[in-house]
């Protein structure tokens, strides 16, 4: 699996970050419970549930008749600095697989979790 640059990692958390403050300047917006960003460059996805962060890896198919998405489950395993000692459970982990889930399903994007 290739990991997308930091850079490009950096730039969708800048991005959030501008959307979020002006979501609650502007909008008078609350903080949802969680959010899916992205993807960043082609192969990843921001998911924020507060102040924790991590990526969920993915791969774009062509060509492929029922999946447009392949969804790499094992990528779900730890939270990005500062909470990376933080156990993920097999509990939190499925509900972080179906929040991305019914994401790309509101995206009309035809998935498939490996």
């Not at 640059?5 to 970050?17: I, K, P």
């Not at 903080?31 to 921001?46: K, N």
């Not at 962060?53 to 395993?77: A, F, K, M, N, R």
Request: with cysteine; aromatic share 14%.
């Amino acid at each position: 699996m290739i990991k997308n640059s930091d850079s490009a990692r950096n730039l969708l958390l800048v991005f959030y970050e501008i959307d979020e403050f002006l979501g609650k300047i502007l909008f008078w917006r609350p903080a949802p419970a969680y959010r899916v960003v992205g993807p960043s460059g082609d192969r990843e996805y921001l998911y924020r549930e507060g102040d924790h962060i991590l990526w969920i890896c993915v791969e774009w198919l062509i060509g492929e008749p029922e999946v447009d998405i392949l969804v790499y489950t094992d990528s779900v395993h730890r939270w990005d600095p500062p909470y990376e000692r933080e156990v993920i459970s097999e509990e939190k982990r499925q509900e972080i697989l179906h929040r991305f889930g019914a994401y790309l399903v509101k995206g009309k994007a035809r998935f498939q979790f490996q």
